[in-house]
């Protein structure tokens, strides 16, 4: 995760540290797919599309990793959320382009999430049906000491979506979600 959007999440300390404890306030999730034969380059393309949505207009959204298999035939989305509503804000944002990752490029659709959805999220997942295949895990242990921020996270200024000439935020300047999949950015 990007300096920019842990601080959003979680509150880092002045000594670099964080509580273990708050990280598990984030709603996260994974996303797995398989990529279809001969459409890995199609793949790519639409999740391209995706990823600039949710740049421009994702609020929420604390991390948003795409990463493919060696052989380029399974991908998973690692995602970070403020909370498990904003799962549905990022839905939102993207669901053109995803209806369309999945009706060309892609199937067999899993989601794996690691805290309890809210209300809206369930309700959103029931009326899904068996399109996508949803398990949940709860925490049941983790470590209970502080865990020191790596120093080159803490002292790295935050990017500015101007200096990228994206922002999509109206020239605000506010920091992009990050991601650190530079494969799929295109």
Same mark, same amino acid.
Request: glycine share 6%; with cysteine.
């Given at each position: 995760?990007?300096?920019?959007?842990?601080?959003?999440?979680?509150?880092?300390?002045?000594?670099?540290?964080?509580? !273990?404890?708050?990280?598990?306030?984030?709603?996260?999730?994974?996303? !797995?797919?398989?990529?279809?034969?001969?459409?890995?380059?199609?793949?790519?393309?639409?999740?391209?599309?995706?990823?600039?949505?949710?740049?421009?207009?994702?609020?929420?959204?604390?991390?948003?990793?795409?990463?493919?298999?060696?052989?380029?035939?399974?991908?998973?989305?690692?995602?970070?959320?403020?909370?498990?509503?904003?799962?549905?804000?990022?839905?939102?944002?993207?669901?053109?382009?995803?209806?369309?990752?999945?009706?060309?490029?892609?199937?067999?659709?899993?989601?794996?999430?690691?805290?309890?959805?809210?209300?809206?999220?369930?309700?959103?997942?029931?009326?899904?049906?068996?399109?996508?295949?949803?398990?949940?895990?709860?925490?049941?242990?983790?470590?209970?000491?502080?865990?020191?921020?790596?120093?080159?996270?803490?002292?790295?200024?935050?990017?500015?979506?101007?200096? !990228?000439?994206?922002?999509? !935020?109206?020239?605000?300047?506010?920091?992009?979600?990050?991601?650190?999949?530079?494969?799929?950015?295109?």
């Amino acid at each position: 995760m990007c300096r920019s959007r842990l601080s959003k999440g979680v509150q880092v300390s002045s000594n670099g540290h964080f509580d !273990r404890k708050e990280v598990w306030s984030i709603f996260e999730a994974t996303a !797995r797919l398989k990529v279809r034969d001969g459409e890995l380059d199609g793949f790519k393309r639409q999740a391209a599309e995706i990823m600039r949505l949710a740049r421009e207009k994702d609020t929420k959204t604390l991390r948003y990793d795409w990463v493919l298999s060696d052989d380029g035939t399974e991908c998973e989305v690692r995602e970070g959320y403020v909370d498990a509503d904003a799962l549905l804000e990022h839905s939102h944002h993207v669901a053109e382009a995803r209806a369309k990752l999945f009706r060309d490029f892609a199937e067999d659709h899993t989601m794996r999430f690691y805290s309890k959805p809210s209300p809206a999220l369930a309700e959103a997942l029931e009326a899904m049906g068996a399109t996508v295949k949803v398990r949940q895990f709860s925490l049941f242990q983790a470590l209970d000491a502080d865990v020191r921020v790596a120093e080159e996270v803490r002292r790295r200024p935050a990017r500015a979506a101007t200096a !990228r000439n994206d922002s999509g !935020r109206g020239g605000t300047g506010e920091p992009k979600p990050c991601s650190t999949n530079s494969a799929v950015r295109a």
